[in-house]
């Protein structure tokens, strides 16, 4: 999980302008998703926490990804296709069992 | 067998450390452990190949070289990574292989597009989530469709299966790194899909 620690801090800084605004959506995106998939450290998570309770720009951002995120999760899982009837069969005959 | 292809399985097989089942194990590792994913195995061939028919051949093939193989594979650990991998390559070394027809596109070159610096520039994803709450499945699915195949593959693995960053990288063999730039990628080419959609179906609203 600490993988992407480095890389989360060279990136999380150039998100940012001195005054501490978010100039880079785009580059936040990333973060955000790093932190939506579960994959950042507890250090990189406590950065990113302490500024989207902070700052209104990065909090809009965060709980934009996060909702489109889980519309395309949750629609992508109900639209599955059905698995054809005599496929288990199929595949137990051709390892004889 | 090509020599080729054959060099690969062999490869594949000495990757991993030797077991040595008794034919009751091998049956019962392959109902336990392999047999309870085949809903999962088949929706991801059915999203490479957009074909019923090849999709069965996709599943059936991998189950038939998880059997051969099957000592290769440790009681225990992550049968469903391991399945996915093999699928994988069975879908590169032979679907694609076979396949007459070849990939419109070529996700090399798109995927240095989006990993050059200015790329972060140039894409504009300006998706509401107003307007992926008014799609239904079909719709979200056929932008997925619409984006090439690795790109595709990585959004399968991780949205629909669930599987960590790292499990992604052993299935497809690239580095962790790789797994989350190209995730991102993939991501924001299916916003683009869907946003270029929502305002041809005038779903997009005007502010």
Redesign the interface.
């Known amino acids: 999980m600490g993988?992407?620690r480095d890389?989360f801090k060279s990136t999380f800084k150039k998100c940012y302008c001195e005054q501490g605004n978010l100039v880079?959506e785009?580059?936040f995106?990333?973060l955000v998703?790093?932190v939506l998939?579960?994959?950042a450290d507890e250090e990189s998570k406590k950065i990113f926490e302490e500024k989207i309770r902070t700052c209104v720009k990065s909090n809009f951002t965060f709980e934009?990804e996060k909702?489109?995120?889980e519309?395309?999760?949750t629609?992508?899982?109900?639209?599955?296709?059905d698995?054809?009837n005599d496929?288990?069969q199929?595949?137990?005959n051709?390892?004889n069992? | 067998m090509p020599e080729e292809q054959h060099n690969e399985d062999q490869q594949q097989e000495e990757q991993f450390k030797k077991q040595h089942y008794t034919e009751a194990q091998k049956s019962d590792i392959f109902e336990k452990e392999f047999m309870v994913h085949v809903d999962s195995m088949y929706n991801f061939a059915y999203r490479l190949t957009f074909d019923g028919d090849d999709s069965k051949d996709l599943v059936q093939d991998t189950y038939l070289k998880a059997f051969r193989f099957i000592n290769s594979f440790e009681r225990g650990t992550n049968a469903k990574a391991w399945l996915f991998r093999i699928l994988k390559n069975s879908f590169i070394n032979d679907f694609r292989k076979k396949s007459k027809q070849p990939a419109k596109v070529d996700y090399n070159e798109v995927e240095q597009f989006y990993n050059s610096d200015d790329a972060g520039s140039k894409i504009t994803t300006d998706l509401r989530v107003e307007t992926v709450q008014d799609m239904i499945g079909d719709e979200i699915s056929g932008a997925l469709n619409g984006i090439p195949v690795d790109f595709r593959t990585v959004i399968i693995l991780s949205d629909l299966e669930g599987f960590t960053y790292e499990e992604m990288s052993k299935i497809l063999d690239i580095p962790i790194g790789t797994v989350r730039s190209r995730l991102h990628r993939a991501r924001n080419m299916m916003k683009e899909k869907l946003a270029a959609y929502a305002k041809e179906m005038g779903y997009a609203k005007k502010d």
Do not use: A
């Open positions: 993988e992407f890389w880079d785009e580059r995106q990333e998703q790093l998939d579960g994959e934009n909702k489109i995120q519309q395309i999760k629609k992508l899982c109900t639209h599955k296709s698995l054809p496929l288990i199929t595949i137990r051709s390892v069992l």
